[in-house]
């Protein structure tokens, strides 16, 4: 397994499409942290003011909001397998698909925790310089590095759900527009109706929620039993793609 | 391979088809396109499953060899990252297989692509991927080869090198090498034996040799004859089992004289000749025969005569 594992890291190396995802991840970050700093303590906004534990939270939490991009870096890992038909040769290297699906999952969870701790890092270092320039920089409480700490861990989660959800639907495009769709369209219409919003939380995006303490939503789980939701959520998405998808005819 | 299967909606690719492959020789694996030849060698890898049927490599399942790459070799397709290097492929692999990451410019050289294997693979000419496709089946050093259509979009020059590099891999190595081609030309100078198929059944199996000498007694006794006074030499040489066809104005298709035997007569009748040969049906001929037999089962099928004198 380990070899396998190595085989899928000097897969994702030899290519920019990581590069290019860290660096729309560590952007769109930065810009989330900006925004909600400059804003903050604006009543209009209804941003809780600089120095105040809520804001910091919040300001922690903004990694999260781009765990859709290391949705995208699992979801390419796996499909373009397909997309540029090497599922042949990578088949040929190893028979045993359901392998090669577990090497992905792993392989993508280590991946993704430097990507994470980089994004992490310049959010937060932003979130200091900015907050700090506007009288307040947030204090390395233990609430505070909880938050920071899961909202990385939500990264790389993502990461493994990107795999699973590739396994499953194989085709490159539509596994990504259609993860686009669900969490920014079906999810946010599921959290708003009041009918279905109890349901939320047994959703990735409920899941994600607990994790990272937006606490202004509905009703969601504790934050450990978010992670693990969403875990489960990866890995079931990789098991059905294993069973249903990986093991059809390459042809 | 063992009684084989496939189909694919309402098509069956392959059906019922077996056949043996020995070691230390190129075997070509010939048929019309659609034959079901890729399926077949796709299923023997284990990329595709088969309905009914099993492939095997000395008794094991593909899937279950402990090394594969080590074993065995094979080129499908052109498939490769278009943004990573061809040496970057070739790594890839490496670390998949367990091969140290030397391997990669080893193979590389062995190809002739050593100085392009840091440019990106999208950028390879046809040729180049083909040998980027080689090489990967290279890289584990092993003993069989499976080819599919290796020389697609070679140019002949690069046909010329595939030639000479598949003949030192099987004869002066010592490697098992099935490699399937819609051309039996492409076969003919390096297959050892060859195996055909044609809608997924198998058609022929056995040595060159055997075909070529198959196709020798299938041609032997027609002789193809030109002369003005073609009337007048049918008359002579009709009787004791010969058969004369008038194919044209001048000329005639004799079956059961040999050409010595035709002309000897033609002297001594004193008839004026303006042509005389044997007729060899040639292996290009059989194969064709062959296989359009195979293609057209039920429908009428043209006589393999009429193309002769047409061509």
């Not at chain 2, 009684?3 to 909606?9: C, D, E, N, Q």
């Not at chain 2, 399937?180 to 040799?209: K, N, P, Y």
Request: hydrophobic share 45%.
């Amino acid at each position: 397994m380990g070899r396998l594992v190595r085989s899928e890291w000097t897969k994702l190396v030899t290519t920019r499409v990581w590069l290019g995802l860290l660096l729309a991840a560590c952007l769109l970050s930065v810009g989330s942290a900006v925004l909600l700093t400059s804003f903050a303590g604006d009543p209009q906004s209804g941003i809780p003011p600089v120095g105040s534990s809520r804001y910091e939270q919040l300001a922690f939490a903004v990694p999260a909001n781009v765990t859709v991009l290391t949705l995208i870096l699992g979801i390419i890992g796996m499909t373009q397998e397909y997309r540029h038909r090497t599922a042949t040769p990578t088949f040929l290297a190893t028979p045993r698909r359901g392998r090669v699906v577990v090497a992905k999952l792993l392989a993508y969870a280590v991946a993704a925790a430097p990507f994470a701790l980089a994004v992490v890092a310049v959010t937060a270092l932003t979130v200091v310089l900015h907050a700090g320039a506007r009288g307040g920089a947030p204090a390395w409480t233990g609430e505070n590095l909880g938050v920071l700490l899961r909202s990385g861990l939500a990264l790389v989660v993502y990461a493994v759900i990107g795999v699973g959800v590739g396994a499953l639907f194989r085709n490159q495009v539509g596994a990504i527009v259609g993860s686009l769709v669900y969490l920014f369209v079906v999810e946010p219409i599921v959290r708003s109706i009041p009918a279905t919003a109890g349901f939320y939380k047994w959703l990735p995006g409920g899941a994600l929620e607990a994790m990272t303490a937006t606490f202004r939503g509905p009703d969601v789980l504790t934050a450990w039993q978010g992670g693990l939701m969403l875990l489960g959520y990866g890995l079931l998405a990789a098991a059905l793609g294993t069973l249903l998808a990986v093991r059809r005819d390459v042809v | 391979m063992r009684g084989l299967s496939k189909t694919f909606g309402q098509v069956r690719a392959v059906d019922d088809l077996s056949f043996t492959v020995e070691p230390g020789q190129v075997t070509g694996f010939l048929g019309p396109n659609g034959a079901g030849k890729t399926t077949t060698l796709r299923m023997t890898l284990g990329l595709v499953t088969p309905d009914v049927g099993t492939a095997t490599f000395d008794g094991v399942r593909y899937a279950d060899l402990p090394d594969p790459l080590r074993r065995v070799g094979a080129v499908l397709e052109t498939a490769f990252h278009p943004a990573r290097s061809g040496r970057d492929h070739l790594r890839v692999y490496c670390r998949a297989a367990g091969l140290p990451l030397r391997r990669a410019d080893e193979v590389l050289d062995q190809v002739g692509l050593g100085p392009a294997g840091g440019r990106k693979a999208g950028g390879y000419s046809l040729g180049m991927r083909q040998r980027l496709g080689l090489a990967t089946a290279l890289l584990g050093d092993p003993a069989v080869l499976v080819l599919d259509e290796p020389a697609n979009g070679l140019d002949p020059e690069g046909i010329q090198w595939l030639r000479g590099f598949l003949r030192h891999l099987a004869h002066t190595e010592g490697r098992t090498v099935l490699i399937s081609s819609h051309l039996l030309a492409e076969v003919e100078q390096t297959a050892d034996r060859v195996v055909i198929v044609g809608a997924g059944r198998l058609v022929r199996e056995g040595s060159l040799a055997q075909l070529r000498a198959g196709a020798d007694a299938g041609g032997a006794g027609r002789v193809l004859v030109r002369s003005p006074q073609a009337g007048e030499l049918t008359r002579d040489l009709t009787g004791d089992g010969v058969r004369v066809e008038t194919t044209g104005a001048d000329s005639l298709t004799v079956t059961g004289l040999t050409a010595a035997e035709v002309g000897r007569r033609a002297f001594a009748a004193g008839v004026e000749l303006h042509e005389l040969r044997a007729h060899s049906s040639g292996l290009e001929e059989v194969y064709f025969r062959l296989t359009t037999g195979q293609e057209e089962f039920a429908a009428s099928t043209p006589p393999p005569a009429d193309r002769t004198a047409a061509s």
